[in-house]
């Protein structure tokens, strides 16, 4: 429970649905992230919550900031940031905007096919440039593989070819998938990672940096480790596969940064059923899928959910969904939900750890529905 997002709720009374971010928890989180891990440096995934508030927070503390777009690289620059500090972190990016960043002073870019390296060769000469390479994403709540990375062998033949096309091989990233709750997840690309540094040095390409991503998690419905315990098994990692020759190395936490900071507050639209033998409540928020509880999908993420007021204790499953007119907008069917017997319209509800991937997710104005407002405090 936080008391000042409590107090604030109280006495502001903001509309809801609105998302309140305390800056404290996210001061804390850095600290404990840097303490975690002393040798890596921080680089903060701006699409968890790009809140200017955040962002010149963390720049004044020292991190450095992951982006996916020119927009996401401006929104660092506007926040007091210079560029030294930023990398392009996305492997899918317009030629013009390699570009533009570029212009901006980014010197520091990601890839994953010869395609994009071509690109950035092109309009970022003499860039550093790090390959991503696959992880298959098990133990993350929302995992991220597919997508992103090749192979270690097109890998090696990528960061090989890098040398002769005017950008410089830096080093290769991986992410273990988002809300990654196995520690052992980090060894096994660290692994990898180890058997590649060692193949490109034989072949005369010595890479100077481990890019270990995000992953770090939030406390939702069930404890997860806490960063000390990330630090540690991830430190042991880079200890037995590059003994005293440990790279440098970059964190890319999103979640792990903001998630614990906010607090959605939201009304209840409507309690129902949908016949008199009906052993389930629907119970439907002025909040969902579209307005910014998107990783609700496949129930993927599971907030805690706190009824307001002076309730009955006895409570009952209920299927939680969203207002809008499309039926994909469910909250949770599957996953157990209970609320109190006597929850009505106009009762209020708070959403916990909701300070990662909300308002980003938020959509502009699905069914007439505003954006997810948001306060930092
Ligand atoms: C989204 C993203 C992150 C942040 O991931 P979290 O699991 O939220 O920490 C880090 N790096 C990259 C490249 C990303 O796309």
């Given at each position: 429970m936080n008391e000042k997002i409590a107090r604030f709720f109280e006495e502001r009374r903001p509309?809801?649905?609105?998302?309140?971010?305390?800056?404290?928890?996210?001061?804390q989180n850095y600290h404990a992230l840097a303490d975690a891990l002393p040798d890596a440096r921080i680089y903060y995934a701006v699409k968890a919550n790009p809140a200017p508030e955040i962002l010149s927070l963390l720049s004044r503390l020292g991190s450095a900031f992951d982006t996916a777009s020119v927009p996401e690289i401006q929104m660092v620059l506007d926040a007091g940031c210079t560029a030294d500090r930023i990398s392009y972190g996305n492997t899918i990016k317009k030629e013009s905007d390699i570009r533009r960043a570029f212009e901006l002073g980014v010197r520091l870019f990601a890839f994953d096919s010869v395609?994009?390296?071509?690109?950035?060769?092109?309009?970022a000469p003499g860039a550093r440039v790090f390959c991503r390479i696959l992880t298959s994403g098990e133990g993350a709540e929302w995992p991220l593989s597919r997508k992103f990375g090749c192979d270690l062998k097109m890998a090696r033949e990528l960061l090989l070819k890098a040398k002769a096309m005017n950008v410089e091989p830096w080093g290769v990233s991986f992410h273990v998938g988002s809300q990654q709750k196995d520690l052992m997840q980090w060894d096994l690309?660290?692994?990898?990672?180890?058997?590649?540094?060692?193949?490109?040095?034989?072949l005369g390409v010595d890479l100077g940096m481990i890019n270990l991503g995000g992953g770090f998690p939030t406390r939702y419905r069930s404890d997860v480790p806490e960063s000390a315990a990330y630090g540690q098994a991830i430190f042991d990692s880079l200890r037995r596969h590059f003994g005293n020759h440990i790279p440098e190395t970059i964190v890319e936490p999103g979640r792990g940064m903001v998630g614990n900071a906010g607090i959605i507050e939201s009304e209840v639209v409507l309690v129902s059923r949908k016949s008199a033998a009906d052993a389930k409540r629907w119970v439907y928020l002025d909040i969902g899928k579209f307005s910014g509880l998107a990783e609700t999908m496949d129930e993927a993420i599971q907030y805690p959910i706190e009824v307001l007021g002076e309730t009955e204790?006895?409570?009952?499953?209920?299927?939680?969904?969203?207002?809008?007119?499309?039926?994909?907008?469910?909250?949770?069917?599957?996953?157990?939900?209970?609320?109190?017997?006597?929850?009505?319209?106009?009762d209020r509800v708070r959403i916990h750890a909701t300070g990662a991937y909300t308002t980003t997710y938020s959509a502009v104005c699905f069914n007439g529905f505003a954006p997810l407002q948001q306060y930092c405090i």
């Amino acid at each position: 429970m936080n008391e000042k997002i409590a107090r604030f709720f109280e006495e502001r009374r903001p509309q809801t649905p609105c998302l309140v971010v305390d800056l404290d928890v996210v001061e804390q989180n850095y600290h404990a992230l840097a303490d975690a891990l002393p040798d890596a440096r921080i680089y903060y995934a701006v699409k968890a919550n790009p809140a200017p508030e955040i962002l010149s927070l963390l720049s004044r503390l020292g991190s450095a900031f992951d982006t996916a777009s020119v927009p996401e690289i401006q929104m660092v620059l506007d926040a007091g940031c210079t560029a030294d500090r930023i990398s392009y972190g996305n492997t899918i990016k317009k030629e013009s905007d390699i570009r533009r960043a570029f212009e901006l002073g980014v010197r520091l870019f990601a890839f994953d096919s010869v395609e994009e390296l071509e690109k950035i060769s092109r309009a970022a000469p003499g860039a550093r440039v790090f390959c991503r390479i696959l992880t298959s994403g098990e133990g993350a709540e929302w995992p991220l593989s597919r997508k992103f990375g090749c192979d270690l062998k097109m890998a090696r033949e990528l960061l090989l070819k890098a040398k002769a096309m005017n950008v410089e091989p830096w080093g290769v990233s991986f992410h273990v998938g988002s809300q990654q709750k196995d520690l052992m997840q980090w060894d096994l690309a660290i692994h990898q990672v180890a058997m590649l540094f060692r193949e490109l040095e034989v072949l005369g390409v010595d890479l100077g940096m481990i890019n270990l991503g995000g992953g770090f998690p939030t406390r939702y419905r069930s404890d997860v480790p806490e960063s000390a315990a990330y630090g540690q098994a991830i430190f042991d990692s880079l200890r037995r596969h590059f003994g005293n020759h440990i790279p440098e190395t970059i964190v890319e936490p999103g979640r792990g940064m903001v998630g614990n900071a906010g607090i959605i507050e939201s009304e209840v639209v409507l309690v129902s059923r949908k016949s008199a033998a009906d052993a389930k409540r629907w119970v439907y928020l002025d909040i969902g899928k579209f307005s910014g509880l998107a990783e609700t999908m496949d129930e993927a993420i599971q907030y805690p959910i706190e009824v307001l007021g002076e309730t009955e204790t006895e409570t009952e499953a209920v299927v939680l969904a969203g207002p809008t007119c499309d039926s994909a907008d469910v909250l949770y069917e599957k996953a157990e939900y209970k609320l109190p017997l006597d929850l009505k319209a106009g009762d209020r509800v708070r959403i916990h750890a909701t300070g990662a991937y909300t308002t980003t997710y938020s959509a502009v104005c699905f069914n007439g529905f505003a954006p997810l407002q948001q306060y930092c405090i």
